[in-house]
């Protein structure tokens, strides 16, 4: 506790140049994806989004009653996945 690991992650939200890791992140796939959108690709984004706390996983975008579900990660061809997650398209 206490060592910066959330500023690191989330930033400032009022301050652009002390964005975290996560706004910065999603900010240059957007950027990435309008300027290859010139040159006729075309792209859909899913996302889902989670929390590891106390070796538990919660799903911070299930409704209220379906957020303590059970969840897996599992491994499968290549990718890492975790069961039952709510995904939104965005």
Same mark, same amino acid.
């Not at 240059?28 to 989004?49: D, M, R, V």
């Not at 409704?63 to 303590?68: E, H, I, L, Q, T």
């Given at each position: 506790?206490? !060592?910066?690991?959330?500023?690191? /992650? +989330? %930033?400032?939200?009022?301050? @652009?140049?002390?964005?975290? /890791? ?5 900010? @240059?796939?957007? #950027? !990435?994806? #309008?300027?290859?959108? =010139? ?6 984004? =899913?996302? !889902?989004?989670? #929390?590891?706390?106390? #070796?538990?996983? &919660?799903?911070?975008?299930? !409704?209220?009653?379906?957020?303590? %579900?059970?969840? +897996?990660?599992?491994?499968?061809? %290549? &990718? ?11």
């Amino acid at each position: 506790t206490g !060592s910066g690991k959330t500023f690191t /992650m +989330e %930033g400032r939200v009022d301050d @652009q140049l002390q964005s975290g /890791m996560i706004p910065r992140a999603v900010k @240059q796939i957007f #950027e !990435s994806t #309008e300027a290859l959108k =010139e040159k006729g690709w075309t792209f859909s984004f =899913e996302c !889902s989004y989670l #929390e590891i706390y106390n #070796e538990s996983i &919660r799903d911070l975008l299930a !409704s209220k009653g379906d957020a303590d %579900g059970k969840y +897996e990660i599992k491994h499968i061809d %290549g &990718r890492t996945i975790v069961t039952d997650l709510t995904i939104f398209p965005v």
